[in-house]
């Protein structure tokens, strides 16, 4: 059973901070790797995909993949009251062509003013 | 990003009845997605849906109980049948559009 695994949170830092989110999952054969924001009542946004070994950087955000530990991050930079979410890791399930998921139980972001 | 519409956007049902909730894809799309989001919890794939074939439920999840219909290559209903109070979750749709999953606005069911 492939598993994604997160701290629960609640993550909280001061606006202007760097939030640093942490993801581990088990199946060493995944391939894609997602991040999704929630906020309370509404369904999932995608922020960021990465497939390959490194860092990805979109604007505020940077997604973290070390595969050889299993272990994928997303880094949100000058974090802002409207980061105040919970951050959501998925796994491509990977037995089946396309983006069928595995979820983590996603991490609670506070950010304070 | 995908434009993908779900309906109903909520509802209450009693208990033993059936819901069916609609998914329309702004464009054509192979597979289609339907999970499940408990009170509290995050989002479980209940099954894949392909165009032409019978859709592909995780394990713990019955086609008897949420039978899935993917007409064609923009739309698609799950049915969730004989409904108990456990069943109360927000139902979601998703699709893919160049690798990257998006969802629809999600179904919240309240079974009494």
């Known amino acids: 059973q492939k598993e994604v695994e997160q701290n629960s949170g609640p993550l909280s830092v001061p606006e202007g901070a760097i939030a640093s989110l942490n993801c581990t999952y088990s199946d060493r054969g995944s391939q894609s790797f997602f991040w999704y924001r929630q906020y309370s009542g509404k369904s999932p946004e995608l922020i960021m995909f990465?497939?390959?070994?490194g860092d990805k950087e979109d604007g505020r955000f940077t997604a973290q993949l070390n595969k050889a530990s299993q272990y994928v991050s997303l880094l949100i930079r000058d974090s802002q009251p409207s980061d105040s979410a919970t951050y959501l890791c998925a796994v491509n399930k990977g037995d089946q062509a396309g983006t069928a998921l595995i979820f983590g139980k996603g991490t609670t972001l506070s950010v304070s003013s | 990003s995908a434009v993908i519409s779900q309906k109903p956007s909520r509802d209450i049902c009693q208990r033993g009845t059936s819901l069916t909730i609609q998914c329309q894809v702004d464009?054509?799309?192979?597979?289609m997605f339907w999970y499940r989001q408990q009170p509290g919890q995050s989002l479980t794939l209940i099954a894949t849906?392909?165009?032409?074939?019978?859709?592909?439920?995780e394990s713990g999840f019955v086609i008897d109980k949420f039978p899935i219909s993917r007409p064609n290559l923009t739309f698609s209903t799950l049915t969730v049948s004989n409904m108990s109070p456990e069943d109360s979750s927000i139902y979601l749709c998703?699709?893919?559009?160049?690798?990257?999953?998006?969802f629809g606005q999600g179904t919240r069911l309240t079974v009494v």
């Open positions: 849906a392909n165009q032409g074939s019978e859709a592909t439920y």
């Open positions: 990465i497939y390959s070994n």
């Open positions: 464009s054509q799309v192979t597979m």
């Open positions: 998703s699709a893919d559009r160049n690798t990257e999953a998006f």
